[in-house]
């Protein structure tokens, strides 16, 4: 244990050597992720045979969610590993892993070279990136939270503002490209620029988490303790943990669904409203500003005036306000409403999620934190946030109403609402 003389002192310089660490690999996790959600209907278009254009892209869309069912296995196992080997040692196996999943997309032929074993090559590639990303959040988010109680909320707010950084970065190639290449070019090779940028991200990730120090929580603590008294941090999340795994991943809902909501608004505007491709992508871009600068800000805020004060307004926000802005969106379609309605929700999920990782830390110890976080945060995104693109664009196609997505995100307030009153009540969330 540290003495209260000591802690202060090395706490500036580690916290900021951890937001580094921590926020690179981050950034490279949901940059590809972006990427391909934003990039789907030239992917569609080079790995899936031809057919009608819809159904090229709710195949690509398919894929993107069927790689988030590994995730919840990647959550377990490397979890499990940053709990009972640090956390520093899985942010380092992670971003190889991820790095490993991105060439590939880099460099795969697509179905008219490789015929059926380029949609497989992709999947293979996916469930990579599924894997690694599947452990990342519970050792990243730990290993963030864990260097000063007192701003756990600032401090955790980096993993979400790493998200925002990627989505700008991710809009930003698709602006830029969509603007100077053709269709025909962005079908043919353009897609996979992002990607390739994406590799250089990658070692010098390795660089900085390689020479970080590790977590203070995992220094501190005995063997014994770090491994939940020698019983397997897998073994000690269901047996002990199931109601903060219920409560986590509960509070993750709305977010995760936004998200991908937000992700998938760029390609409605293409689809279903006709707005140019390259102004469709400049809205996200303006969002991913907003994520990235708005939510440590938020951070800072929830250690000062508590969490839940900023975080269920936000959540009542977002339900009550999603299906108003996708009637005006799809009445008055222009580039002026598709880029107001994603900046207003833009705030608002700066305002629910900056805190948010604090809140799901706080439901789990520290012997059993990465596993319990990975396992929750992995499920819920990839159950609500996984499929939100391709159940918002089958609804579109299956009810023929533009704004159904906007009632699917309605429905999952509600849910993050009950987690975040079941934290309150049991484990004295504020």
């Not at 970065?169 to 620029?193: I, K, N, P």
């Not at 012997?367 to 995104?381: D, E, H, I, K």
């Amino acid at each position: 244990m540290t003495t209260p003389a000591t802690a202060p002192a090395r706490t500036p310089v580690s916290a900021r050597r951890a937001i580094a660490a921590a926020t690179i690999g981050n950034a490279l996790e949901w940059f590809d992720l972006a990427v391909y959600a934003l990039m789907a209907t030239y992917i569609g278009s080079t790995f899936f045979p031809e057919g009608a254009p819809g159904a090229q892209l709710v195949q690509a869309y398919a894929v993107f969610g069927v790689t988030y069912l590994i995730r919840p296995l990647g959550g377990l196992v490397l979890g499990a590993y940053a709990d009972r080997h640090g956390r520093k040692k899985a942010l380092v196996l992670t971003i190889w892993l991820m790095v490993a999943g991105t060439f590939l997309m880099a460099i795969m032929p697509g179905y008219d070279t490789l015929g059926m074993a380029a949609p497989l090559a992709v999947v293979v590639a996916r469930l990579i990136q599924g894997f690694a990303a599947g452990g990342e959040f519970g050792a990243a988010t730990s290993f963030l939270v864990e260097h000063n109680e007192q701003r756990k909320g600032f401090l955790g707010s980096f993993q979400f503002a790493s998200q925002g950084l990627a989505t700008l970065m991710a809009a930003g190639f698709a602006t830029g490209l969509t603007v100077v290449l053709s269709d025909e070019a962005m079908t043919s090779w353009g897609w996979r620029v992002p990607f390739v940028f994406g590799l250089l991200i990658g070692p010098v990730g390795y660089y900085i988490r390689r020479h970080v120090d590790e977590s203070p929580a995992v220094r501190e603590s005995p063997n014994d303790d770090a491994n939940d008294g020698g019983r397997s941090p897998m073994l000690a999340v269901f047996r002990d943990h199931w109601g903060g795994l219920l409560m986590a991943g509960g509070a993750l809902v709305v977010s995760t669904a936004l998200n991908f909501i937000l992700q998938y608004l760029p390609t409605f505007g293409i689809e279903q409203l006709g707005l140019d491709d390259s102004l469709s992508f400049t809205a996200l871009l303006i969002t991913g500003v907003i994520l990235t600068f708005l939510t440590p800000f938020v951070g800072l805020l929830a250690d000062r005036f508590g969490r839940l004060p900023i975080m269920v307004p936000a959540a009542l926000l977002i339900g009550g306000g999603v299906v108003p802005l996708f009637v005006w969106v799809t009445h008055v379609p222009s580039f002026l409403t598709l880029a107001t309605a994603m900046t207003v929700l833009g705030i608002l999920k700066a305002c629910y999620f900056g805190a948010l990782p604090s809140v799901m830390s706080d439901v789990f110890p520290a012997r059993a934190r990465a596993t319990g976080l990975s396992f929750s945060y992995n499920t819920a995104v990839g159950v609500f946030g996984g499929f939100t693109p391709t159940i918002a664009a089958a609804l579109v196609a299956g009810t023929g109403s533009q704004i159904s997505p906007g009632y699917y995100l309605l429905a999952v307030s509600f849910v993050s609402l009950a987690a975040l009153a079941a934290a309150f009540r049991t484990r004295g969330v504020r």
